[in-house]
Nanobody
Framework: QVQLEESGGGSVEAGGSLRLSCRVS??????LGWFRQAPGKGREGVAA????????SYADSVKDRFTISLDNTKNTVYLQMNRVKPEDSAMYYC??????????????????WGQGAQVTVSS
């Protein structure tokens, strides 16, 4: 079983930066990532990375603006969000899986979800 707790959400102006953190507890996972859901839309994979290393995967909409990183000593995964846009406004969820499909950002591959952190970007 894996438990996930997000922090760091809030409001930011367009063009600004925000960092989300997610504390992970439990075991039997090899992939951590972030999804988001805007009002009236489905959940979208944002970024994911194997805990053992390797290049991360990003949605095209956030590539070159967002960065996912892991601190295995603190059991924490981060999402650094730079040059944010109003369309980045959403509830952001930390996710975990024990999967070989980490980089495909398919929500069906992630059984563990946090409660979510709200991010609001004003124009």
């Amino acid at each position: 079983q894996v438990q996930l707790e997000e922090s760091g959400g809030g409001s930011v102006e367009a063009g600004g930066s925000l960092r989300l953190s997610c504390r992970v507890s439990g075991y039997n996972y090899n992939c951590l990532g972030w999804f988001r859901q805007a009002p009236g839309k489905g959940r979208e994979g944002v970024a994911a990375k194997y805990t053992g290393g390797g290049a991360p995967s990003y949605a095209d909409s956030v590539k070159d603006r967002f960065t996912i990183s892991l601190d295995n000593t603190k059991n924490t995964v981060y999402l650094q969000m730079n040059r944010v846009k109003p369309e980045d406004s959403a509830m952001y969820y930390c996710v975990a899986a024990n999967s070989v499909f980490c980089g495909e950002l398919d929500r069906s591959d992630f059984p563990y979800w946090g409660q979510g952190a709200q991010v609001t970007v004003s124009s």
